[in-house]
């Protein structure tokens, strides 16, 4: 075979073998760009799937919201369409009521004031429960009624005058349901016993502390300052109300009488009289004004069995009495003040207030009612109660 046989043989085992390379690579290529279009493809699906559950859990989670919703306000949506229901009654009558009554366009807004302004009030009384509970709220109530009877008598005359007094009653009363219902059912819910007795309770603690405020504010004095200044003076303690104001009260576990100034200075004399400093006697301390078992002279005259004279002649210590005058009667709030009401009851004084306290409650008393009316200690209150309870039991008998 010549030369240039052999060459065109060649070139054209090159030119099949280019084709063949040139065939694979598009092939290769063709297999790259559909992986390609099949990976896009998958991640558009992908996607497409995450968008639609996405979708799906935000219908969901709105659902979930919406009964949500529903089971808390079902009172408020009931009643609501009930208020939607008789206002698509009674606004068109009562429009064209009042483009009768006008004789012009005007008229078509009267419904604006039978309706709405109820309404208004309404809102408005709700709004102020809710943003401030501690309000009253009596006035907007007062304007929901008085809005309220304007629309049921207007839609009353307007049915009276129209198809008779039956018409007009029902207009009035269609006129009304959906105002009424709300104050009922959604302005003024329901309470358990729980919160009304919380309630109650919240109201007799105000209307005792606002008297007992204006009490001490009759009780008190003026404090006059060198520049003018005026401010008034409370005398502290435990008082129990009454209906003419304060008066001193007996409370378990507080002293009876304040340590005042008499018993501090006695404190100190006797300490520097005395070698060995102050006897006391046991439980008892001189710098604490609240003793261990508050009880008075009287008590510990009848536990002890021993008179204030046999207590002298035993070697106890002698102590110095208050000078005998009475300090003159000072002026509290413009009242005088008794020199006596700071003294201590006798044995006979005290059982005579404790029969006439029993009789006039008719029942057996208790120590502790005793105690805090007489002011006495724990041990006589106990011993009047046995005797008055005593007295009546036989006369009771007889």
Not at 98 to 117: D, F, H, K, Q, W
Not at 154 to 175: D, E, I, Q
Not at 180 to 185: E, R, S, W
Request: proline share 6%; aromatic share 4%; charged share 25%.
């Amino acid at each position: 075979m010549s030369g240039w046989a052999t060459q065109r043989l060649a070139d054209r085992m090159a030119a099949r073998e280019q084709n063949r390379l040139d065939l694979d690579a598009a092939a290769a290529r063709q297999a790259v760009a559909l992986a390609q279009a099949d990976e896009r493809a998958e991640k558009q699906r992908a996607a497409r799937d995450a968008a639609m559950s996405r979708r799906r859990a935000r219908r969901s989670a709105a659902r979930q919201a919406a009964a949500g919703w529903l089971a808390v306000h079902t009172v408020e949506v009931l009643i609501y369409s009930l208020a939607v229901l008789c206002a698509a009654m009674a606004v068109p009558a009562m429009a064209v009521y009042g483009l009768r009554i006008y004789g012009a366009v005007t008229g078509v807004l009267l419904p604006a004031l039978t309706e709405l302004g109820a309404w208004a009030f309404a809102g408005a009384v709700q709004a102020s429960r809710r943003r401030h509970p501690d309000r009253p709220v009596r006035w907007l109530a007062v304007g929901v009624i008085v809005f309220a009877a304007t629309g049921a008598a207007l839609n009353l005359a307007h049915g009276w005058s129209t198809h008779g007094p039956l018409a007009g009653v029902v207009m009035a009363a269609v006129s009304v349901a959906g105002i009424v219902a709300h104050q009922l059912a959604v302005a003024s819910p329901p309470r358990s016993r729980a919160e009304r007795t919380a309630a109650r309770h919240g109201r007799l603690v105000e209307r005792r502390l606002a008297r007992a405020r204006r009490a001490a504010v009759r009780r008190a004095v003026v404090e006059l300052s060198p520049d003018g200044t005026v401010r008034l003076v409370y005398q502290t303690g435990v008082y129990g109300t009454r209906r003419r104001g304060l008066a001193p009260a007996v409370a378990p576990g507080l002293p009876v009488d304040p340590v005042d100034g008499w018993d501090a200075g006695l404190s100190v004399l006797l300490a520097s009289a005395l070698p060995e400093g102050v006897v006391e006697p046991a439980g008892t301390d001189l710098t604490d004004p609240t003793p261990a078992h508050p009880t008075t002279e009287l008590d510990q005259q009848v536990s002890d069995g021993e008179s204030a004279d046999s207590v002298g002649r035993s070697g106890g210590v002698a102590l110095a009495d208050p000078p005998p005058s009475d300090p003159p009667a000072t002026k509290t709030g413009g009242r005088r003040v008794n020199p006596q009401a700071r003294r201590k009851l006798t044995a006979d004084e005290a059982l005579a207030a404790a029969r006439r306290y029993a009789r006039r409650k008719g029942r057996p008393v208790t120590a502790e009612e005793l105690r805090e009316r007489l002011g006495v200690g724990a041990v006589t209150a106990r011993r009047l109660r046995d005797k008055v309870n005593a007295e009546q039991a036989d006369g009771g008998a007889k």
